[in-house]
């Protein structure tokens, strides 16, 4: 491929990335909005961690 090919392809691509990361970040606003976490979920519950500190 001659290099204006090249550099194309690169802008192109460098272009669908950055529409990637923005649908991506919208995506996580609309999802914490509704109440969603996101992670993993913790190993024990509030009860079991005031039952170890409580004794």
Wanted: hydrophobic share 40%; with cysteine; glycine share 12%.
């Amino acid at each position: 491929m001659a290099p204006p090919g090249k550099l194309m392809l690169a802008v192109v691509g460098k272009m669908d990335c950055g529409l990637l990361v923005e649908r991506i970040q919208v995506g996580h606003i609309q999802v914490k909005a509704r109440g969603k976490t996101f992670g993993r979920p913790p190993k024990t519950t509030v009860a079991r961690c005031q039952a170890m500190i409580h004794g």
